[in-house]
């Protein structure tokens, strides 16, 4: 006798045994991507040293043209230009690597052990209108962001966002798109560091606020790389 024929009874108690059964199968998820945000505590003195410092070399240097449309782009190095402030940011931006990697590795059940980094960072100011394009960090291992400024004197307003977009595409457009999210936003808060792996796609959308937006972006490559 096929299972069609079998009686209503029949059926409704088979289909009560599979979803016992199934009731001890494993879910889960697969390729999730990790990510570490922390506010600084020492960010309200801290800030104040970058953001003079900042603005300050902005207006004797030319910036350089990146992904960014509009705005200023630092040269790419250690912060020098920001003196103590800028090292002890760089400290910071060490530190979160290592807790990152470290929680990381103890996922998945390991020890990261010594690890050496190159670690290489750069200012960015957006006024008005000022955004940057879609795009990755390849060749590094993270990628992070520190804020320095928001750009907006109203600290209840939320800024203009970064914008984390999911790195595999197709899961977004075709696996249950009304529940799957394709982008994530956090907020720039001032004293708050983010840091992803670099494969990440990421941009910032023009900027609304009424002063300057300044953040500090870096970028951590393993030594041996990958």
């Not at 999911?166 to 529940?179: G, L, M, S």
């Not at 840091?195 to 990440?200: C, M, N």
């Amino acid at each position: 006798m096929s299972d069609s024929s079998l009686p209503q009874t029949d059926l409704l108690k088979q289909d009560t045994i599979v979803v016992r059964e199934l009731a001890n199968a494993n879910f889960g998820f697969l390729f999730s991507s990790p990510v570490l945000e922390h506010v600084w505590s020492d960010a309200g003195v801290l800030n104040e040293q970058l953001r003079e410092r900042i603005l300050a070399y902005a207006e004797s240097h030319p910036g350089e043209d990146h992904t960014n449309i509009g705005g200023w782009h630092s040269p790419v190095g250690t912060l020098e230009f920001c003196g103590s402030a800028g090292a002890r940011l760089i400290r910071h931006m060490h530190a979160m690597t290592e807790e990152a990697t470290n929680r990381f590795y103890a996922e998945h059940g390991q020890s990261a052990g010594r690890t050496s980094w190159i670690l290489s960072a750069w200012a960015n100011v957006n006024r008005l209108g000022d955004f940057n394009t879609t795009h990755t960090h390849p060749g590094a291992t993270w990628s992070g962001v520190y804020y320095v400024d928001s750009g907006m004197s109203d600290p209840s307003k939320d800024g203009t966002a970064i914008q984390l977009t999911d790195p595999c595409p197709p899961r977004t457009n075709i696996f249950f798109p009304e529940v799957t999210s394709r982008e994530v936003k956090f907020r720039p808060v001032p004293g708050l560091m983010i840091l992803f792996p670099s494969y990440i796609p990421h941009a910032v959308p023009p900027h609304r606020g009424d002063r300057p937006r300044i953040s500090i972006a870096f970028n951590v490559r393993k030594d041996p790389f990958p």
